[in-house]
């Protein structure tokens, strides 16, 4: 397993940004540029990756093809499309994304992104998007999500069924599957079930941590890591045993590069 970031850390060079995370224990990175850099920075970044040893884990999109606005619509799956070839040239692990809000906000919380429709319109544009750039050295794959499929583990295994194509895989983030009391006190229940029904299909995970607010409704918050519920040990354990020594494992959602350095060593001390 290679534990890295999901940040970009502030730098000059492509080369300044691999020895920094080579320096302090990162051995996995999201790439720091999009598919409309120029071609000669794009390789700069995978020259210095290679150099330093930092696997390109993920390429994000972090956008919605669903948007209710036709014109960023359509700019959402512009960028879907250029990801996944720049995920394809620089050889990532995964190009990854949420399937998409169906509203202004990309990672939004609407009632129309749990209609039927919506699902149907996400398993055929995949299918467009690995037909069109056919990866052989990448994959696509979506973010496990709270309100956007797939919001459970038998909605994955769904859409990896209705998808059928070897181009789509499984990006796990079980922090947004915990989102109400029952799964925020059957964790480790949620994982296993993650793991023995995708486990043939994962290629990155995403690490962060949860707590529930004391009350009389449920309201469950991110935290920094170790600091609130999850049995980080147990989920790392679990990615072990997929036996992969080069899955990656991105820590993300911190303020900055300090707190990344302190969940870094939070996760290696378990």
């Not at 799956?77 to 949420?98: M, S």
Request: aromatic share 12%; charged share 25%.
């Amino acid at each position: 397993m290679r534990l890295g970031m999901n940040y970009t850390v502030p730098h000059e060079t492509p080369e300044e940004w691999a020895s920094y995370l080579k320096e302090h224990g990162f051995r996995a990175a999201s790439f720091p540029v999009d598919y409309t850099a120029p071609v000669s920075l794009i390789d700069s970044y995978v020259e210095a990756a290679k150099a330093q040893d930092i696997l390109i884990a993920e390429v994000g999109v972090w956008t919605s093809p669903w948007n209710t606005e036709p014109a960023e619509a359509l700019k959402g799956r512009e960028r879907c499309l250029g990801q996944l070839r720049l995920a394809e040239y620089v050889g990532a692990r995964c190009c990854v994304n949420v399937s998409g809000a169906a509203g202004p906000l990309w990672f939004y919380c609407y009632r129309e992104n749990f209609e039927p429709a919506l699902y149907e319109q996400n398993v055929a544009f995949i299918q467009q998007l690995l037909d069109t750039v056919k990866p052989h050295n990448t994959c696509y794959t979506l973010e496990t999500m709270q309100w956007m499929a797939p919001t459970t583990v038998d909605q994955y295994v769904q859409l990896i069924k209705d998808i059928d194509r070897p181009g789509f895989k499984v990006h796990l983030d079980p922090f947004n599957l915990i989102n109400d009391a029952y799964t925020y006190t059957h964790q480790k229940e949620l994982i296993d079930e993650a793991f023995d029904k995708l486990s043939g299909h994962m290629v990155g995970f995403h690490i962060k941590d949860v707590l529930m607010d004391p009350g009389l409704t449920v309201a469950i918050r991110e935290v920094p890591i170790g600091e609130g519920s999850f049995d980080h040990k147990y989920y790392l354990q679990k990615i072990a045993s997929l036996g992969d020594p080069d899955m990656p494992a991105l820590i993300e959602h911190r303020p900055d590069p300090e707190d990344y350095l302190k969940a870094l060593a939070y996760l290696k001390g378990l």
